[in-house]
């Protein structure tokens, strides 16, 4: 579904202005007369990825509550302020993670600033921080779109994944028990965005390059696979390591088939299958996505956006068992709580 960016405006900048300085991104934008009482709830929606404050009401019993601000940044909606209420906002609330976004709000941005003095505040000064937020909105959508570890962390949270982990079977060491949303919360918070963007790209293009051995029925071979179970044989018996790990016997031999079948097809770049596989989908690489080879596109995208029976949670759990990290982490927690 592409994401929107919602402006409230009309004083500072007409909603005609903004039409004529950014005609190729109309269809982005949801256009609104100042905010009032109410407003930013109504445009809490799965679509809306950023909502931009220009020109609120000046009416004291029609503001804004601080809440409906507060609820949008809960549901990762990006609430940019600019001009003079909206930076305004973006001062009182930064500590919830609104921002603030022009020449004002840098001027107002120290806490002893005076409310008042948003009176002072020029028109052509407002008019120019208006289109610095909206270019900033603007770049912000792009690059999360085209980020593979903003959609992977973003959809942890959209799925409520907390929840769903709770299905993850626990692991025990030494009669402790750890929980997989416990695990899945420790390596997330300890984990670098660079080395999540890292996983995600590993995972995605792990999905799809098994999907296209499935789709073409390849087999690996008998020697690779009975190489990779050799190897692991202690581990497969192991009901003290299995048991660290979360796993059951079956679903450990599961995982190694997996590891078999890359091992076999490591022989030529993944792109090749991730690319294969696309074409044999029929998936078609939207014209907003020109700079991206359909490699680079697909793996942004995590498979429920194209249509599998997908949850992040279980695909970076099955990820972190099958490079046997899982037993690791559950150490490190058993050891913070001592």
Same mark, same amino acid.
């Given at each position: ?15 005609? *202005? ?5 005609? *190729? ?12 009482? %109410? $407003? ?18 000046? *009416? ?9 601000? =507060? ?28 921002? %603030? ?12 600033? /005076? ?8 028109? +052509?000064?407002?008019?120019? $921080?208006?289109? !610095? ?5 603007? !770049?912000?959508?792009? =690059? ?14 959209? /799925? ?15 009669? +402790? ?8 919360? #420790? ?27 499935? /789709? !073409? ?5 008998? +020697? ?5 179970? +050799? ?6 018996? $192991? ?50 996505? #020109? ?40 150490? $490190? ?6």
């Amino acid at each position: 579904m592409p994401k929107r960016i919602v402006v409230f405006c009309e004083n500072t900048i007409s909603h005609q *202005n903004i039409a004529k300085i950014f005609p *190729n991104h109309l269809r982005q934008f949801i256009l609104n007369p100042p905010a009032t009482q %109410g $407003d930013v709830w109504r445009h809490i929606r799965e679509d809306v990825k950023a909502i931009i404050l220009v020109d609120c009401t000046e *009416n004291a019993e029609e503001n804004l509550w601080y809440r409906e601000i =507060t609820d949008a940044l809960k549901v990762h909606i990006k609430v940019i302020g600019t001009g003079k209420i909206g930076s305004l906002l973006a001062r009182e609330l930064r500590h919830k993670g609104m921002e %603030g976004v022009g020449e004002y709000y840098n001027s107002i941005a120290d806490t002893n600033a /005076q409310a008042d003095s948003a009176n002072s505040l020029p028109a +052509e000064v407002a008019r120019r $921080d208006a289109i !610095t937020a909206i270019k900033y909105a603007i !770049t912000a959508l792009t =690059t999360l779109e085209h980020s593979i570890c903003g959609t992977f962390a973003s959809s942890l949270e959209e /799925q409520g994944w907390r929840k769903n982990a709770l299905n993850l079977r626990p692991c025990i060491i030494e009669q +402790e028990i750890v929980y997989g949303a416990e695990i899945l919360h #420790h390596f997330l918070q300890f984990t670098s965005p660079d080395a999540l963007a890292e996983i995600a790209t590993k995972m995605h293009a792990t999905f799809y390059t098994l999907e296209w051995a499935r /789709q !073409t029925h390849t087999i690996c071979p008998h +020697e690779i696979r009975t190489a990779i179970f +050799e190897r692991e044989r202690e581990r497969l018996h $192991d009901i003290r390591w299995l048991l660290s790990n979360g796993l059951m016997q079956c679903e450990y031999a599961s995982l190694l088939e997996q590891e078999a079948l890359l091992h076999y097809l490591s022989s030529s770049p993944w792109h090749t299958y991730v690319e294969a596989w696309a074409k044999k989908a029929g998936i078609i690489k939207p014209s907003s996505a #020109h700079s991206m080879s359909m490699y680079e596109w697909v793996i942004t995208k995590n498979p429920a956006f194209l249509g599998y029976v997908w949850k992040s949670e279980v695909g970076l759990w099955d990820w972190l068992q099958r490079n046997k990290r899982v037993a690791d982490i559950t150490r $490190d927690i058993i050891s913070l709580r001592s």
